[in-house]
């Protein structure tokens, strides 16, 4: 029995598929993978997921905006930012709509595994 | 007049990706200025505009051999046209995050796009911009960096 639910959402295939392909977590089951903001509102809410990774720079809706209205939905959702603008004002900016921890890209398996492993520990 | 320190900052965005994600750092070339003609474009393409204090544009361009390998050392296992153009946004996505973080607000850069096909990058003459030329080299490869700013 998988104990979280994990949804995935960046605009790549490639970093979707890395993600995805990477966390070592048998408690995880990736329940949904989504590419942009408006996908992703959808997904959550067919799935109920526990933990999010989220980019930042996507079509339609940014992630920032998700994760406002992710948290809308469910507060106790964790969202791990996974993004290549590595500036302190989209880190804070993306904290303060409800992110949870911060992961520039490009990133190892072991960054990953470790801030997902951290974000996991706060659920 | 491009400054050494923005130069770094491109680089750095760039060879970073090669070393994170393949866990193989890149090398670079020797640097050169193009003053006559035109940068040449490999088959894939990121550009990223600039705006604000500087103008211009930053691309990273490589052939499509080069990026197979770099998918392989990825571990990925799909080489489809889309793949290489998703690939080439990421690299260019990682440079436009390292320069937002570097040079602040004073620089507006915008989010990346993505070309096919190799060629000659058409950077209007009118500009003014004289691309700067940094070839990226990682295994047997080849790609360049370019960097135009006034």
Known sequence: ?123 | MLQEQELKTFVAGTTNFFEVSAQQPATIGSPYLVTKGKPGMHDYTGVIQISGKREGIVYFTAPRAMLTVLLMKMQETDFSHETMKDLVGEVANTISGNARRDFGQDFVISVPSVMTGSGKFEIPESAGLHPFVIPINWRSHSAKLVVALK
């Not at chain 1, 880190?91 to 595994?113: H, I, S």
């Open chain 1, 1 to 123: 029995m998988n104990a979280f639910k994990l949804l995935i959402v960046d605009d790549s295939n490639i970093m979707r598929r890395r993600i995805e392909r990477s966390q070592q977590f048998d408690e995880l089951q990736v329940v949904g993978t989504a590419a942009n903001g408006v996908e992703a509102l959808e997904l959550f809410r067919k799935t109920d997921p526990d933990v999010v990774t989220m980019d930042i720079t996507m079509p339609q809706m940014d992630g920032i905006e998700c994760i406002e209205k992710i948290v809308g939905l469910k507060p106790a959702v964790r969202i791990l930012v996974i993004s290549a603008l590595a500036d302190k004002a989209t880190a804070v900016e993306a904290m303060e709509k409800g992110a949870n921890g911060f992961l520039n890209k490009p990133f190892t398996d072991r960054q990953l595994n470790e801030a997902i492993a951290e974000l996991m520990r706060g659920a």
